[in-house]
């Protein structure tokens, strides 16, 4: 019964390796801007999203220094537009690609043990047809941006905006084929290209939940390729479809959108789930709870995502009968996530806890999640949607699920997997600081909008009555929290990149395949194709010691 | 002409089989995301023709059906050719592979040089909503609905076609010519004939909708 | 400091007293929610950080019965919560007829409110207390909502239809009213007061109007000057329809489906009429699309409610 004090794996200075690794093998320009390896692209993909993160956390800087008072800061066209195009940055191009284009793109085939995705033309094909349509949206913005809501609701898109509606429109439509070349790589390289002994459940979680986002970007996505299409064809040439006036029907539009636009909100937030599978059993040494339970969940949310979209029309004129079904599926659809919920938090029991940042994301995205998803149960409540759809409640939750949960999960993934793709270590006080600012910045911005909301602010406003001052103010000061709290990660990762400690191939001992590779690793990933032998999250909390997939044991 | 001993996989394929059975479930996963995008304008489509049935068969009078029937056959037959063209590769026929390879993209050249000319017939009609648009009488503010279908869905399918024209020549210009279809691996052949059957069948969706609405 | 910190909105009808014991009770399972969540995770944080000496022996490696367990707890607390949502909103969304009917258009950026005696006011709407009314709404361009917290009542007001909504205010007041769907610069302006007065103060207000004619009568010229009563009379040779005992009815339509004569169907039926066009009859009313704006068309269907119709309660 002796106290067994688990091991980190040493740190010092890990050896610098001869070998070149992916980031050295070579230097050019060009080896970067047509490499075919999936790291590199990983790495372009990061450098595009963070640049879009910072445009649309302007938009929203902005924004919230303009609600701070009723009499604002900008004038009522200009919010109009921010708004519009901080949803429309933060959406197409931040969090829909954030986790499966970066993190995706660089641990799938490691984690699989493949050298690479099956199509990585087409993965660099990705990253350009991503930027392309980054720089449509860049004209939009520049030129004075779209206003009419990133939901596009016709007849006010197309017919009555003023604004660069159709560039933004065909902005999206352009990025939906982006999204839809990656998660086409990804289904098929995680089918076919799975090492010896991988077999699919002994696929680390992180990896079925980009193939269920995948298979959902798949069959949602064209369905928003053919509405953007339409629409920026409605606009352009005041065809009709969605205008009453022409005989068309303006709630075919929100139907057909948000047949593409709910699924979308479970792209964003199934690869963070998965992120937060790997980082709870590392840090607590013990393997996760329930883990077919947990790729049923995945695989259930993936399908279910797909009929519920009409609670977002509770209120636009559906009949009572479609509306009454719509509420039964979104209950049925919070059922696999609520299991996540207490799987993760389970995963807790009897383990051996350690709080490094990747750990204090992930219990903050368990918390934030849950609190996001309980309002969410309102939400599919039809009574109570009445009354709060509309208003500052619904931004509150969606901020809860996509900002609060999404992004620190985000973060969570860039601090646990930044020694394996960068070689060095982060200063892990500044980055609990971090974490922890991120946490009470989040909270206080967004917790006093579910109160504005139910009071009854509606959404979209740029000013409000002077009475609701108290909690706006409140919010936009949790904002500029929550902007330091984002920062601080890119002062010290990258102060860590010409100073950190050199990392060794594995410092939190972690099972994935990815950790048995050098850090940074090879440009071919692995020397050897690995053979598995082992389910994931082999981690012995009463020895604490763990095996990685490939059978190697690292006694505690 | 090199000759087809050394044809070695990409680097993250064990094998060469391998690197065909993925090709192919990369088309097909494609496809099924093509199904989607032409299948939500089908879907609207069937909305509006359900809402307005009257509206819609008469303003589907003026679809020219002989031109539409006429590319029926030629792209059926176009599925035909691809298909005796991937048998030729598969054994080893090189000269009867590129022949039928021809006759595919021709006959995909004629459905296009057919449907251009029903373009224009089009325009003479005065059914391009917008741009030259008369409506009929009985066909109500609807009509143009079932024409802005038409020139969408055929537009997006004439666009797909000459894609697949595309490919059919890129392998013939390219790759025949530098051994890269062999009996042994003629992937790239197979794969682009499932992207040719598809869009052969995208148009079997899109016949009875634009041609045969109203005329039973 | 309640002045400062508004924490809670009023309750002033009859529609809000259930939604927001709703509402109360899904804030208290969410706050049970998120104490056993956390909860947990406390106690195991605590308990099982790295250097504790708590036992980790015998993990649970079973896990179903606690699955099944707690998928099946969380399904039946949802369908609770899914069947008490959905019944409210049955009751919220099936107007009633009525005891005072009040047509609302919103355009951008305003409401104009008209009552059926023929007061009109803008971005206000003077009701009586204990009262059921009947809002009938249209749009005059794009899709906007209208919405009162006070009442916990919204619905979105589309162009090309005619939506309709009800309440009944149990408190007199000022409350505050406001379009929550975005529609354009002015959209966090376009706002206005809902004022519950007791009986007698609405009937004097309404007298103070100073309005000679009602929404009826304004209709009624209208169905003159626009020639509708060239067919739809009942001594016009022209075989239209009768209008009389219309309103409320079930209408067969020449493709052989099934219309509530309700105010949506009335306004489809002048600004659409190919594809509405009534069985038996030919197809020959003019189309008004474009010709006639969203006000005149409610005064016409005031006019067409006037002329009598069925007595049940419409959906």
Redesign the interface.
């Given at each position: 019964m002796s106290v067994t004090t688990v091991e980190r794996v040493p740190q010092g200075d890990a050896p610098v390796s001869a070998e070149p690794n992916y980031l050295t093998a070579e230097h050019t320009v060009a080896s970067w801007l047509l490499t075919k390896d999936h790291k590199r692209i990983a790495l372009l993909f990061f450098a595009s999203i963070t640049f879009f993160f910072f445009i649309g956390g302007i938009a929203a800087t902005l924004m919230r220094l303009n609600l701070a008072t009723p009499g604002g800061l900008l004038q009522p066209a200009v919010y109009n537009r921010m708004f519009t195009m901080h949803g429309i940055i933060m959406v197409w191009f931040f969090l829909i690609p954030s986790i499966p284009a970066t993190f995706g793109n660089f641990f799938i085939p490691m984690m699989i043990g493949a050298k690479d995705l099956a199509f990585p033309r087409i993965n660099l094909a990705s990253w350009y047809v991503f930027n392309l349509s980054g720089l449509v949206v860049l004209y939009a913005l520049i030129m004075g941006g779209a206003n009419a809501g990133w939901t596009f609701y016709t007849p006010l898109s197309t017919v009555y905006a003023n604004g660069y509606v159709f560039a933004a429109a065909f902005a999206v439509f352009i990025n939906g084929f982006s999204s839809i070349m990656t998660a086409l790589n990804f289904v098929v390289t995680i089918h076919r290209m799975r090492a010896p002994g991988m077999t699919w459940m002994r696929l680390p979680l992180f990896v079925w939940a980009i193939y269920a986002v995948s298979v959902v970007m798949l069959t949602a996505t064209p369905v928003l390729a053919m509405d953007t299409f339409l629409l920026a064809a409605e606009r352009f040439m005041g065809i009709g479809l969605f205008d009453p006036n022409h005989g068309g029907d303006p709630l075919l539009w929100q139907h057909m959108f948000w047949f593409y636009s709910h699924p979308a909100v479970y792209i964003m937030i199934l690869p963070s789930m998965g992120v937060v599978s790997e980082i709870i059993p590392c840090y607590a040494r013990r393997p996760i709870f329930g883990y077919a339970g947990m790729t049923i969940a995945l695989m259930s949310i993936a399908i279910l995502s797909f009929f519920v979209w009409a609670h977002h029309m509770f209120v636009a004129g559906i009949s009572i009968y479609s509306a009454v079904f719509f509420s039964l599926m979104t209950f049925f659809v919070a059922v696999p996530s609520a299991i996540k919920v207490f799987n993760w938090t389970v995963s807790l029991h009897k383990g051996r806890i350690v709080f490094d940042a990747a750990m204090l994301y992930a219990l903050g995205f368990v918390l934030l999640f849950t609190l996001g998803g309980v309002t969410g149960l309102m939400l599919a409540t039809l009574a109570v949607d009445v009354d709060v759809h509309g208003t500052y409640f619904v931004v509150a939750h969606f901020h809860y699920i996509m900002v609060g949960a999404t992004v620190s999960a985000f973060f969570g993934a860039l601090h646990f997997w930044w020694p394996k793709m960068t070689g060095r270590m982060f200063p892990e006080s500044w980055a609990r600081f971090a974490a922890i600012l991120t946490y009470v910045g989040f909270n206080l911005t967004f917790f006093p909008q579910f109160i504005l909301g139910y009071l009854g602010m509606p959404r979209r406003s740029y000013t409000y009555p002077a009475q609701w001052q108290s909690w706006n103010l409140l919010s936009s000061a949790g904002a500029s929290i929550l902007a330091v709290a984002y920062l601080l990660p890119l002062l010290y990762l990258g102060w860590s990149l010409i100073w950190g400690r050199r990392a060794g191939a594995n410092p939190w001992g972690a099972t994935g395949l990815e950790w048995i590779t050098a850090s940074p690793p090879p440009p071919h990933n692995f020397e050897r194709t690995p053979i598995v032998t082992l389910d994931p999250y082999a981690y012995d909390p009463e020895t604490g010691g763990y095996t990685t997939q490939e059978g190697t044991l690292h006694a505690g | 002409m090199p000759d087809s001993a050394v044809l070695r996989p990409d680097l993250q394929y064990a094998s060469l089989a391998q690197q065909g059975e993925t090709a192919e479930l990369g088309m097909w996963v494609f496809l099924v995301n093509e199904t989607l995008f032409f299948g939500a304008l089908i879907f609207i489509y069937f909305i509006y023709r359900l809402t307005y049935p009257h509206e819609f068969a008469v303003a589907a009078r003026d679809a020219v059906l002989w031109c539409g029937s006429v590319n029926f056959v030629l792209l059926l037959t176009s599925s035909l050719t691809m298909v005796v063209a991937i048998n030729a590769a598969a054994q080893g026929e090189r000269r009867a592979m590129v022949c039928w390879l021809i006759a595919t993209a021709a006959l995909g050249c004629a459905f296009l040089g057919v449907k251009g000319f029903e373009y224009y017939l089009d325009y003479q009609d005065e059914v391009v909503p917008v741009v030259n648009y008369l409506s009929k009488p009985g066909e109500g503010r609807a009509g143009e609905l079932f024409w802005v279908f038409y020139w969408i869905a055929t537009g997006l399918h004439a666009i797909h076609l000459m894609i697949g024209i595309g490919l059919v020549l890129y392998v013939l210009a390219w790759k025949i010519p530098r051994g890269k279809i062999t009996p042994a691996y003629y992937t790239p052949l197979e794969v682009i004939g499932i992207y040719w059957s598809f869009v052969d069948t995208v148009w079997l969706y899109l016949y009875p909708c634009i041609y045969l609405v109203g005329r039973s | 400091m309640y002045?400062?910190?508004?924490?809670?909105?009023k309750t002033a009808a009859v529609t809000a007293i259930?939604?927001n014991n709703?509402?109360v009770a899904?804030l208290v399972?969410?706050a049970l929610?998120?104490a056993t969540?956390?909860a947990?995770?406390l106690t195991?944080?605590v308990r099982?950080?790295?250097?504790s000496?708590?036992?980790?022996?015998n993990?649970?490696e079973k896990?179903w019965h606690?699955?099944v367990a707690?998928?099946t707890a969380?399904?039946a607390a949802?369908?609770v919560?899914?069947v008490?949502?959905?019944s409210?909103?049955?009751w919220?969304?099936?107007a009633p007829r009525g005891d005072e009917e009040i047509y609302v258009v919103a355009q951008?950026w305003m409401w104009k409110i008209e009552h059926p005696g023929g007061q009109r006011e803008i971005d206000a709407l003077h009701v009586p207390v204990d009262k059921t009314i009947r809002l009938a709404m249209a749009s005059a361009?794009?899709?906007h909502?209208f919405?009162v917290?006070?009442f916990?009542?919204?619905?979105?007001v589309?162009?090309?239809?005619i939506?309709t909504l009800w309440f009944q205010a149990d408190k007199t007041g000022t409350f505050?009213f406001?379009?929550?769907?975005?529609?354009?610069?002015?959209?966090?302006?376009m706002q206005g007061k809902v004022v519950v007065m007791s009986a007698p103060d609405y009937a004097r207000w309404l007298t103070e109007q100073g309005v000679q004619e009602s929404l009826a009568q304004q209709g009624e010229e209208l169905f003159r000057a626009r020639g509708c009563s060239g067919c739809h009379d009942p001594s016009s040779t022209v075989h239209a329809p009768s209008l009389f005992g219309l309103y409320g009815t079930i209408v067969h339509l020449?493709?052989g489906s099934i219309r509530l004569a309700d105010e949506a169907y009335i306004h489809d039926c002048i600004l659409?009429p190919?594809?509405f066009t009534v069985a038996g009859y030919p197809?020959i009313m003019p189309?008004f699309?474009?010709q006639i704006d969203e006000g005149d068309v409610l005064k016409i269907i005031a006019y067409i409610k006037s002329l009598g119709g069925a007595q049940e309660t419409l959906?």
């Open positions: - | - | 002045r400062w910190i508004p924490f809670w909105p259930p939604v709703l509402y899904e399972l969410s929610i998120m969540v956390v947990m995770m195991f944080c099982y950080r790295r250097n000496d708590a036992s980790r022996a993990l649970t896990s606690f699955e707690w998928t969380t399904l949802f369908l919560l899914f008490w949502g959905a409210i909103y049955i919220l969304y099936q951008r361009d794009v899709i909502s919405f917290p006070a916990r009542i919204k619905h979105d589309v162009p090309g239809t939506e505050f406001a379009c929550t769907q975005f529609c354009g610069v002015q959209h966090a302006t020449q493709d659409n190919r594809s197809p189309d699309s474009g959906e």
